[in-house]
Every structure is written in structure tokens, then in C-alpha cells.
């Protein structure tokens, strides 16, 4: 049995979906390991991980609609804002999501289905540098 840990830092454009399939797989298949667990976990209380749909951008683009409906901005709802607006909202979003995902590893890839893949979620408009960490255990 190993294990092997990895940071991945990802930068957004503000709020939305961002694909981290390309660094992820790549990682897990230049581990060495071929069947285990990857733990993949979010560093921060704004933002979030999603396996999503990743073949139509609309499925993405309605999720984002539909947060901003479910945990909106106005000014005045919220008492904490010292980071603006966006601050509160984001970090309830973030709440409603996964900070956390565990994905079975089978020949060297994560298990995903045909459609789906690996996001983060930005939940605040202006653009960050997000840290991922990466935790694979197996053989």
C-alpha cells in the first residue's frame, strides 16, 4: 500500500466552474498507482469541488443560475461582508456543496462515468488562486 499527497493550484475568473480534469488525471496517473482512493479536498470556505456533467457548458451555466437564485447578493441580507457583497453568499454556497471528494482509482484513473467531470466552484466574482490538495492511497 502508498500514498501519495499533492497541492494543486488552480486560478479562476470569479464565479463558476472550473475544470481541474486535466491536472487531476494526470496526477493519479503519473503516481504510479493503480488501484486506491482519491481524496481530492478544497483549502478554502468560498469555493467548492463538484463532479458535474462535462459535455454540455448549459448544464454549468444553470447551476450557476440557479445559485445565484438559491443563496443570492443583496445588499442589507447579510451581516457578514467584510469582504463585500459576494463574501457571505460564497461562503454559504460553499456549505450547500462539497468541500470534499472521494473518487474509487481503477487502472490508473479516477472512476468516472462517461459524461461526468472534476470541478471546482468558484463562488466569488472577482478571480483567486485555489489550493486543492490530492490524497491517493493504494496500490
Known amino acids: 500500500m502508498r500514498q501519495e499527497l499533492h497541492s494543486l493550484q488552480v486560478a479562476t475568473h470569479g ?16 503516481s504510479g ?14 469555493a ?10 448549459t448544464v454549468r451555466e444553470d447551476i450557476e443560475r440557479y445559485f445565484e437564485t438559491l443563496v443570492p447578493e443583496e445588499n442589507g441580507r447579510y451581516i457578514h461582508d467584510d469582504e463585500g ?15 470534499q471528494l472521494s473518487i474509487p482509482v481503477a487502472d490508473g484513473r479516477p472512476v468516472l462515468g462517461t459524461w ?9 466574482r472577482r478571480p483567486h488562486r485555489r ?4 490524497h491517493l492511497i493504494g496500490a
Open 33 to 46: 498507482i493503480g488501484t486506491g482512493l482519491l481524496t481530492l479536498w478544497c483549502r478554502h470556505t468560498s
Open 48 to 57: 467548492s469541488l463538484a463532479v458535474q456533467e462535462n459535455a454540455d457548458p
Open 116 to 124: 461526468q467531470g472534476l470541478y471546482l466552484f468558484e463562488h466569488r
Open 15 to 30: 464565479r463558476g466552474l472550473v475544470s481541474i480534469d486535466r491536472p487531476v488525471l494526470g496526477w493519479v496517473r503519473q
Open 131 to 134: 489550493e486543492i490538495v490530492l
Open 85 to 99: 457583497p459576494d463574501d457571505m453568499p460564497a461562503h454559504l454556497r460553499a456549505m450547500l456543496t462539497n468541500t
